[in-house]
């Protein structure tokens, strides 16, 4: 009956041995990196465990089982035990990050140590920036934050990921630290799915919003002006945030440049599976493997997500 038979795309996606032979897109370890929160105080969330803190003691045995797991790194996010109207807490020598910086690098020389340079786990009033009346001054927020990057690598990170969204951290950071890999959150954008970090991360800004200074999820063009902007500054990979509804934008970013990208899982996306999977209305290993294998498709080379352990055992 069939009258071409030559172009029946079926005969390979027979076995499961022909499916993984001509598979395109592939998800491995190797390209994955656990965000981490470190605090004095641990909070467990036996909900949404990517969400729990830790103090360093835990953290050094997160990352001793992540290290074991063979997850090649890890971002650190801080909660200080004070904050204030600047932030000061990010960039003190012993502050909560440059401590747990100093602990896990002792211990574990080889995994690799990422932070998120930005200010507002350490502002009172939860912006990323510095505020001048109840507008964010960008550069005046640009010294803390490469105060912030500075004392990171000085405590032991291996890279440093400015998140705040101020025009020119890149150069700035860059200027400051011309050794040190960059991973530019380029285009990242005000969002609702980054409900629950806000909650683990105590970041939630006491007034207004983010949406001055993150961006509009309307827009494509945007995202790719600010990637000129960070490469020209000196970035050397960029970052799409968060990564399920913004897929266009990673493939327009993989289509343009050439330099690695990474995607940010958030924690809403998390949150959003294990809520289903918890509700028995999906499978969570195959609803996971789908959705960041979709983030490769789309162009992503590193992938940050709270899943990185059980993606050990899944892969
Ligand atoms: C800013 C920062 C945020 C996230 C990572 N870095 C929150 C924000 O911009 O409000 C969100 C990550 C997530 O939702 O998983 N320091």
């Not at 965000?35 to 050094?60: K, Y």
């Amino acid at each position: 009956m069939t009258e071409f038979p030559a172009i029946r795309l079926r005969r390979l996606r027979r076995t499961p041995a022909l499916r993984s032979l001509v598979r395109e897109t592939t998800l491995s370890l190797d390209n994955i990196v656990m965000p981490l929160f470190v605090a004095p105080e641990p909070l467990h969330n036996a909900r949404l465990p990517g969400m729990s803190r830790h103090t360093i003691d835990g953290l050094l045995r997160e990352c001793e089982e992540l290290a074991r797991l063979g997850v090649p790194g890890v971002i650190l996010f801080g909660i200080p035990e004070d904050k204030d109207d600047e932030g000061t807490g990010a960039w003190i020598a012993d502050g909560i990050v440059q401590q747990a910086l100093r602990a896990v690098k002792a211990r574990f020389p080889d995994l690799l140590l990422m932070t998120d340079v930005c200010l507002c786990e350490y502002t009172t009033h939860g912006h990323c920036g510095v505020l001048h009346g109840n507008e964010i001054d960008n550069d005046a927020s640009l010294e803390h934050i490469v105060r912030t990057a500075v004392s990171h690598v000085e405590a032991g990170a291996d890279v440093v990921c400015p998140s705040d969204m101020m025009d020119g951290r890149v150069g700035a950071i860059r200027a400051a630290l011309p050794d040190t890999p960059i991973i530019s959150y380029a285009a990242k954008y005000a969002s609702a799915f980054y409900g629950p970090f806000r909650e683990a991360a105590g970041s939630t800004p006491s007034f207004g919003d983010r949406r001055t200074y993150q961006m509009d999820f309307g827009n494509l063009r945007e995202a790719l002006r600010e990637c000129e902007l960070d490469i020209a500054e000196g970035a050397d990979m960029l970052m799409v945030k968060p990564a399920l509804a913004y897929l266009d934008v990673l493939r327009s970013m993989r289509d343009r440049f050439d330099l690695p990208l990474a995607a940010y899982n958030v924690s809403g996306e998390y949150a959003m599976i294990r809520a289903a999977a918890a509700a028995g209305d999906l499978d969570e290993r195959s609803a996971v493997l789908e959705s960041l294998t979709a983030m490769r498709r789309a162009g992503a080379d590193v992938i940050f997500t709270y899943w990185a352990k059980e993606l050990a055992a899944w892969l």
